[in-house]
């Protein structure tokens, strides 16, 4: 039988290697995206995996959107919430609605597709489910107090749900990346991140692929002992 996993941001950067990697492994794997159309019409055409497109602060379509993939791929047994976005600036330079959006995608996403899932896994008695959190959620970030409030959320609902569905054969774990080479990274101008990279003991920036080891660990069904944890692939730049 092979596991239906939802994988949301999941046509490019991080969640595009975790997509890949699953669908590798066997997974039935629904990527879903906000709207990049074009790079996730690529991405199908490149590895065969269906891409759903929604977006993850919006409750209503989350709810719509799991039913499609139950009725095209079967019941849901794993979520890896990945989806993410950046506002960064300075918090006295900062607009509520720099604020409000990256709350609203980066956290609010978290509940909106855990909401639209449990009641699944409880009445199945299974279900995995990983949140990518952050290492600026752990340690903070000179100009994303939004990003840094959203991640840090993130490691607390995990902790918190992670008690809720221990008794459900339902683990919910974290994963608080680094720097990885994505766009998001990309974009953070080129002097600021050459000083950032300096900080890292692994001496270069992470790779997509290595988080999405770390996900196919969590995900596994021999996994049913980890929960609650968070595992930090970060190049040694945050021991926590
Ligand atoms: N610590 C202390 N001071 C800092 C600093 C830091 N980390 N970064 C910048 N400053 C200082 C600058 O040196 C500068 O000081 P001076 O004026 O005295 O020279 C002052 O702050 C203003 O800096 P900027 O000119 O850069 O200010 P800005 O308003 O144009 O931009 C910013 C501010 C938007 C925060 C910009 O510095 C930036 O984009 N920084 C990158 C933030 C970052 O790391 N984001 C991570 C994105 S990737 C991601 O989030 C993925 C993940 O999970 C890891």
Redesign the pocket.
């Known amino acids: 039988m092979s596991r239906v996993a939802i994988v949301t941001g999941g046509t490019r950067g991080i969640g595009a290697a975790i997509s890949k990697l699953l669908h590798q492994n066997g997974y039935k794997v629904a990527a879903v995206y906000a709207g990049n159309k074009e790079r996730a019409d690529a991405f199908t055409a490149e590895t065969g995996i269906r891409a759903y497109q929604w977006s993850v602060a919006d409750y209503d379509e989350c709810v719509a959107g799991v039913k499609q993939v139950e009725r095209d791929l079967g019941p849901v047994d794993i979520v890896v919430n990945n989806a ?1 976005i ?1 506002r ?3 918090l006295h ?1 900062m607009s509520s609605e720099q604020w409000q959006t990256v709350i609203d995608t980066n956290l609010g996403g978290c509940f909106n597709m855990c909401r639209a899932v449990i009641d699944g896994m409880r009445e199945r008695g299974f279900g995995r489910i990983v949140n990518i959190g ?4 752990q340690a903070g ?4 107090v939004n ?1 840094a409030a959203a ?1 840090s959320g993130i490691h607390g609902f995990t902790k918190a749900l992670a008690q809720e569905g221990a008794a459900r054969g339902i683990t919910v774990n974290a994963i608080a ?4 080479d ?1 766009d ?2 990309a ?3 080129a002097n ?2 050459e ?2 990279v300096a900080k890292i003991p692994v001496g270069r920036l992470g790779r997509a692929e290595e988080i999405a080891r770390g996900v196919q660990f969590l995900v596994a069904d021999e996994a049913g002992f980890v929960t609650g944890s968070t595992l930090s692939i970060n190049g040694g730049q945050h021991m926590y």
């Open positions: 993410g950046t960064d600036s300075t330079k952050s290492i600026n959620g970030q000179y100009g994303q990003y991640k990346p680094g720097y990885i994505t998001m990274v974009a953070v101008p600021v991140l000083k950032i």
